[in-house]
């Protein structure tokens, strides 16, 4: 039986040592980048995974893609378990889901042309197109709005938009079912984020493509997202229906992220509800106890610092890790 599911992560786990001592090499600590996170991507959706830098996003893409090995937990793909997959397993798993990468300068390979740089995937998994390898990579170009005929030029001669298209245009060669795009208009203009959205929308439509899009900026996450998981130090602290998150946030977190979106009103200088969050981000190495959040959180009482709050269901769908969840809704951009 197929799962509802294209994507599911389960408890996942991802530590990072920062260094070793003693006779045995024993790592003295570890970065807790991801800890214990769980999500699922329904076919066809996007889901939007949102927080501050650091938070553990970026670290969370490439576990799900199993670009980096998890610590603990598992990874479903297609209802499959691809946790442990490797060699010829592995292989097979990455025609169907590829990555799309933050930087569109140092993703690509300045001594690789445009047609090599976008034809590698193939190569990689050694798959011969019917209508020839050079024909493929055409299609790709025209589907992503490159000129086929700039298929010997390199990526030093295209904008950062153009590079952004070719990266996306070599994640789909293979035709896969999920894309994972790590903050891809991140580093682009602002005029060009929006190309490159609707180009991602555009595909997602026509291909029937799956996406777990991960960004800071809330207002991205917001135009394209059916689902938002909001990350904090490592854990997703609310998850659900991006509407309903958007309009009525119940964690703290997630409510001070919102009243931070910038508004377009000349006339209003600053938000009215802005909510500044004091002090700075806990260290991952020696997270809080209880609540990660509660070091900067308005609403933290004891029990916040004895006891770890769970995702629990806190109504309209969604999912929240908060001992005194929020009501209030909120208007984005107003």
């Given at each position: 039986?197929?799962?509802?599911?294209?994507?599911?992560?389960?408890?996942?786990?991802?530590?990072?040592?920062?260094?070793?001592?003693?006779?045995?090499?024993?790592?003295?600590?570890?970065?807790?980048?991801?800890?214990?996170?769980?999500?699922?991507?329904?076919?066809?959706?996007?889901?939007?995974?949102?927080?501050?830098?650091?938070?553990?996003?970026?670290?969370?893409?490439?576990?799900?893609?199993?670009?980096?090995?998890?610590?603990?937990?598992?990874?479903?793909?297609?209802?499959?378990?691809?946790?442990?997959?490797?060699?010829?397993?592995?292989?097979?798993?990455?025609?169907?889901?590829?990555?799309?990468?933050?930087?569109?300068?140092?993703?690509?390979?300045?001594?690789?042309?445009?047609?090599?740089?976008?034809?590698?995937?193939?190569?990689?998994?050694?798959?011969?197109?019917?209508?020839?390898?050079?024909?493929?990579?055409?299609?790709?170009?025209?589907?992503?709005?490159?000129?086929?005929?700039?298929?010997?030029?390199?990526?030093?001669?295209?904008?950062?938009?153009?590079?952004?298209?070719?990266?996306?245009?070599?994640?789909?060669?293979?035709?896969?079912?999920?894309?994972?795009?790590?903050?891809?208009?991140?580093?682009?203009?602002?005029?060009?984020?929006?190309?490159?959205?609707?180009?991602?929308?555009?595909?997602?439509?026509?291909?029937?493509?799956?996406?777990?899009?991960?960004?800071?900026?809330?207002?991205?996450?917001?135009?394209?997202?059916?689902?938002?998981?909001?990350?904090?130090?490592?854990?997703?602290?609310?998850?659900?229906?991006?509407?309903?998150?958007?309009?009525?946030?119940?964690?703290?977190?997630?409510?001070?992220?919102?009243?931070?979106?910038?508004?377009?009103?000349?006339?209003?200088?600053?938000?009215?509800?802005?909510?500044?969050?004091?002090?700075?981000?806990?260290s991952p190495v020696n997270p809080p106890s209880g609540c990660r959040f509660r070091t900067r959180c308005w609403l933290a009482t004891e029990k916040c610092a004895n006891e770890e709050p769970s995702l629990n269901p806190g109504g309209n769908g969604r999912l929240v890790a908060c001992h005194y969840p929020l009501e209030t809704p909120v208007s984005i951009g107003s």
């Amino acid at each position: 039986m197929i799962s509802d599911f294209a994507l599911e992560g389960i408890d996942l786990v991802k530590y990072f040592p920062t260094g070793r001592s003693g006779i045995l090499g024993r790592a003295r600590e570890n970065v807790r980048a991801v800890d214990g996170v769980s999500l699922s991507l329904r076919r066809g959706t996007t889901l939007g995974i949102v927080g501050e830098s650091g938070c553990g996003k970026s670290t969370l893409a490439r576990v799900v893609t199993r670009l980096i090995e998890p610590t603990h937990g598992q990874i479903l793909l297609d209802g499959e378990d691809i946790t442990h997959a490797s060699g010829k397993e592995l292989r097979r798993m990455r025609t169907k889901i590829q990555m799309v990468f933050q930087d569109p300068y140092s993703s690509l390979n300045p001594r690789h042309s445009v047609g090599q740089i976008i034809s590698a995937p193939l190569q990689v998994q050694k798959m011969k197109p019917v209508q020839g390898e050079r024909q493929r990579v055409h299609e790709m170009m025209e589907l992503v709005g490159l000129n086929p005929e700039h298929y010997n030029r390199y990526p030093h001669e295209f904008s950062g938009g153009q590079r952004q298209r070719i990266g996306i245009a070599r994640s789909l060669i293979l035709n896969p079912s999920i894309i994972v795009a790590d903050e891809p208009v991140s580093a682009l203009d602002v005029s060009i984020q929006a190309q490159i959205l609707n180009l991602m929308a555009k595909l997602q439509e026509t291909l029937g493509l799956s996406y777990v899009f991960i960004a800071h900026d809330l207002s991205v996450v917001h135009h394209i997202a059916d689902e938002v998981a909001v990350m904090y130090l490592g854990k997703i602290v609310e998850m659900g229906p991006s509407n309903v998150v958007y309009s009525s946030p119940s964690h703290p977190y997630t409510k001070a992220l919102l009243s931070a979106v910038p508004v377009a009103d000349p006339k209003r200088h600053h938000r009215q509800d802005r909510i500044r969050l004091t002090g700075d981000v806990p260290s991952p190495v020696n997270p809080p106890s209880g609540c990660r959040f509660r070091t900067r959180c308005w609403l933290a009482t004891e029990k916040c610092a004895n006891e770890e709050p769970s995702l629990n269901p806190g109504g309209n769908g969604r999912l929240v890790a908060c001992h005194y969840p929020l009501e209030t809704p909120v208007s984005i951009g107003s």
